[in-house]
Every structure is written in C-alpha cells, then in structure tokens.
C-alpha cells in the first residue's frame, strides 16, 4: 500500500484538496478529526483541565477549544505541554488507522495533517505532498474561516515551522494561492503524476 502524506500549513489548503482526493477514492486519514476524538477520552479531558484550568472548561464540563487554542497558539510552552498530553494519543491512532486500512487491502491511504514533518511521521510515509499558499491569501482565508483577527491567523501561523521549511520535505508541491478551479486542476493533474509515477 502507498502511504501518503498531505502537510501544509494551517489554511493553505489541505482539507480541499483532501476532499477532492476523497471524490477521486482516496482513502484518507484526517489528523483534524483525529485530534478531535482523542478529547472524547475522560483521561485526556482531564489531564488538559489540570493543566490548563478552569477557562478552558464549558458550562456542561466539555473542553472550550477556542479557550485553548487561544491559549497555546499565543504561548509556545503551553503549545508543547499540549501537543505533549495529546500527540502520543493522536499518533497511535493514526498507525493504527493506517493498518487497519492495510488490512482491508487498500492500494492508496493518504494521511491528511498540519504537523506531519514536526510530528516526525517522515519515517512511515512513502511520499509527502506539500500544500503552500502566499502568505497574504492564507490570513485572509483564515480570517474569513475562523472568524478571527490577523493577529489571531499570525499567532496560528507562527506555531508552525515555515511554509519553505515544510515544502523542502515534499515530494510535490502543490500552490493553492489561486481559485477552486485551479486546485482542482492542480488536483487532477497530481492524480495522473502519481499514477504514473507513484504506483506499480
Ligand atoms: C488547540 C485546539 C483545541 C484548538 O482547536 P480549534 O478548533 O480552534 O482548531 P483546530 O483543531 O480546528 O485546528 C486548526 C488548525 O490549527 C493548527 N493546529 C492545531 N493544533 C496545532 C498544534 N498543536 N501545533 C500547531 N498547529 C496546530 C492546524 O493547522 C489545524 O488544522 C486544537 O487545535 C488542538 O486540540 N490541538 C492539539 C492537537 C493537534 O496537534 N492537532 C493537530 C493534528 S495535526
Ligand atoms: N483555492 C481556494 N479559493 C478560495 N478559498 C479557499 C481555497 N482553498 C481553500 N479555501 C478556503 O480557505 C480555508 C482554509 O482551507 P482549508 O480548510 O482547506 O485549509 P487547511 O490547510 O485544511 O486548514 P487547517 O490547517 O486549519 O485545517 C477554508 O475556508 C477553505 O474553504
């Protein structure tokens, strides 16, 4: 099976073009999600409350996301005492996704994540495809998302290693500075590169 991965930083692009692998039959394996589930686990809730105090606990006892995010994208110690209660918990499932899809003989899984070259997943993938974006779009779009402040989208940005950084892992590069449109051309003509390159 062909393990891929699809990084870029936050707001380039990933979840599209994720999607659009989806519709081509691409089977995929979403961090976002993921790392969303992990919170379903009472332990993790838990340790995250000791941690992080009662701002970040709802009314109902649920974790406040935006409470946390607001949090750690602005305080990089608080990012690594998160990332270390929750990425040993994200990547174990991961793995265990990608076997599973083994299992059920797929040919293709393509692994969709913000951190793949920082968590140090290099080692499990066959080839890495880089999403990048200009800057200037990628505020903008995360702006408009997320509904926050370009403060708040530099804050997220700067959590991350760079785009240029990133993209010197990638074994395709593919800019989503422009339309839908031409991502979805970019798209296409990706699929064709990796069948005729990629795959046996
Ligand atoms: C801090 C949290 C609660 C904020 O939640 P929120 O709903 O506001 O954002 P969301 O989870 O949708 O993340 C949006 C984007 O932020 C970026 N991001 C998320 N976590 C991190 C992180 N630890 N380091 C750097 N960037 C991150 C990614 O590009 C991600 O796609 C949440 O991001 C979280 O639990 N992060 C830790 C888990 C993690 O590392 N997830 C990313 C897996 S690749
Ligand atoms: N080519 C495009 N033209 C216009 N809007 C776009 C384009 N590509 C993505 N977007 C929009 O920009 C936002 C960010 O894109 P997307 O969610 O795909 O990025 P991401 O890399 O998955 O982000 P994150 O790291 O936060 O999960 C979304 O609202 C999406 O709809």
């Not at 009314?59 to 990089?76: C, E, M, W």
């Amino acid at each position: 099976m062909l393990v891929l991965g699809l990084t870029g930083n936050i707001g380039c692009g990933k979840s599209s073009l994720s999607n659009i692998f989806k519709k081509n039959g691409i089977h995929i394996i979403d961090a976002d999600i993921i790392s969303r589930q992990i919170f379903d686990d009472k332990r993790v809730l838990e340790d995250v409350f000791k941690y992080f105090g009662e701002e970040i606990k709802n009314s109902d006892n649920t974790l406040n996301r935006k409470a946390l995010g607001r949090i750690v994208f602005n305080d990089n110690n608080k990012l690594i005492q998160l990332n270390s209660l929750t990425h040993p918990r994200i990547r174990a499932k991961i793995l265990n996704e990608v076997e599973n899809i083994k299992l059920q003989g797929e040919n293709i899984v393509l692994i969709d994540a913000a951190l793949l070259v920082e968590g140090g997943y290099l080692e499990i993938l066959d080839k890495l495809i880089v999403v990048v974006c200009d800057e200037e779009v990628q505020i903008n779009r995360i702006q408009l998302r997320d509904n926050c402040s370009k403060q708040d989208a530099l804050s997220r940005i700067n959590s991350q290693i760079s785009q240029r950084e990133k993209s010197k892992y990638g074994d395709y590069i593919i800019d989503n500075s422009g339309t839908l449109m031409q991502l979805q051309k970019k798209a296409d003509e990706f699929i064709k590169y990796m069948k005729e390159n990629w795959c046996e």
